[in-house]
């Protein structure tokens, strides 16, 4: 029997793949803009995490925390509230932004009418 397999890439499943890629990093990128910080931060890693927390309010050493295993799951949560609520959201569209859909969370945060408050301490 011959069980060898050779791959076959699926062209729909990447190209999905990397149109929602490119939304998620446009919406953040707007998002950030909007909240007054340089937008292409959205395309460093661990530096977009960390701008993400600055603009929540917190801490930056909290970006550490997104690499601790199930400390990381609070830790976004928390981030997640946090920035909808620097944008006037509640905190279900931060469960939006953390669980949902999040490609569609941020350019909704980014293009739309809601205002940055701004975060103390950031």
Not at 26 to 31: I, K, M, P
Not at 95 to 111: A, C, E, K, N, S
């Amino acid at each position: 029997m011959d069980y060898s397999y050779e791959y076959q890439p699926d062209p729909i499943g990447t190209t999905l793949s990397l149109i929602l890629a490119v939304i998620a990093i446009v919406g953040l990128w707007a998002t950030f803009v909007k909240a007054g910080r340089p937008g292409w931060a959205a395309i460093i890693p661990i530096f977009n995490i960390y701008t993400l927390v600055k603009m929540a309010g917190r801490p930056g050493w909290w970006t550490i925390l997104f690499f601790i295993p199930i400390v990381n799951i609070v830790i976004h949560i928390i981030v997640a509230l946090d920035v909808a609520k620097r944008f006037g959201k509640s905190g279900v569209f931060g469960f939006f932004l953390l669980f949902v859909l999040g490609f569609i969370g941020y350019p909704i945060l980014g293009f739309g009418k809601a205002q940055y408050t701004g975060a103390p301490n950031a």
